[in-house]
């Protein structure tokens, strides 16, 4: 067996106080994230680890890179076919957090995804390097595939058709967009009382407004560490 009892450490860069609390949570969020964006040990600071579910309730999660934030929600980009795409079509709710570790900070999502429209993932598709464009044509995200060499040749294959030519957006790629119900902020502290902030979307049922186009209001909780 190997024990790691002893691999450890003390967070005390900074707290997380009522008085840094800002009334909408995506304001805090990008104020750490600019900051993180400053730090040279997070390699990444807009990955994010998604979590889905499938049919039986079995979670999986995994690294995506969020490409756009603002008072609506978190963008992410991938293949639709994929396993976490055919999981959000059954079910659309997802978690998502940002570890910044090195910030001793993370941030925790909880919400459902809605669907960037064709218009916005053209968008994105095309401010993409070219090879990646192709790599997006080439792999049937998360099939099984014998060998990569099959792999590299369909790439190879389809650099050349498209040689000089532009990619349009595969209809199976495309945004996901998460609509947060809560975002939960952490901060380590000293001697494990690290502060935690959790905001939680309150919601008026009786609303025919798109969820994504209501005026947010958002109450804020301290949590035990
Ligand atoms: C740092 C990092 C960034 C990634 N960014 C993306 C991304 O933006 N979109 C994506 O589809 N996969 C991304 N991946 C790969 C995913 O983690 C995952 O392997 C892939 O999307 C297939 O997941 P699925 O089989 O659960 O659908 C990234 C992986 C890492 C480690």
Redesign the pocket.
């Known amino acids: 067996m190997s024990i790691f009892y002893q691999v450890r450490r003390e967070y005390d860069l900074t707290g997380l106080s009522e008085s840094d609390l800002t009334a909408s949570p995506y304001e805090l969020f990008e104020t750490w994230l600019n900051q993180v964006m400053q730090i040279e040990a997070i390699k990444?600071p807009t990955?994010m680890v998604v979590a889905?579910v499938d049919s039986t309730g079995m979670p999986?999660?995994?690294?995506?890179?969020?490409?756009s934030v603002d008072e609506t929600g978190f963008v992410?980009?991938?293949?639709k076919l994929?396993?976490?795409?055919?999981?959000l079509a059954k079910n659309p709710k997802i978690s998502a957090i940002f570890p910044w570790l090195a910030a001793e900070r993370q941030v925790c999502i909880t919400g459902e995804v809605e669907l960037l429209s064709a218009s916005e993932n053209e968008a994105y598709f095309s401010s993409r390097p070219f090879e990646s464009k192709i790599a997006a044509l080439a792999s049937k995200?998360?099939q099984p595939i014998e060998n990569r060499d099959i792999l590299e040749n369909k790439y190879q294959a389809l650099l050349s058709e498209y040689q000089g030519k532009e990619v349009a957006c595969p209809e199976n790629w495309g945004g996901y967009k998460i609509i947060p119900s809560s975002i939960e902020f952490w901060q380590g502290g000293e001697y494990r009382l690290h502060d935690r902030f959790i905001y939680t979307l309150q919601q008026d049922e009786n609303s025919s407004i798109e969820k994504s186009e209501l005026d947010s209001n958002w109450q804020v909780a301290r949590l035990q560490p």
């Open positions: 990444d990955a889905t999986f999660q995994r690294t995506v890179l969020m490409k992410f980009y991938t293949n994929s396993r976490k795409g055919q999981q995200q998360s």
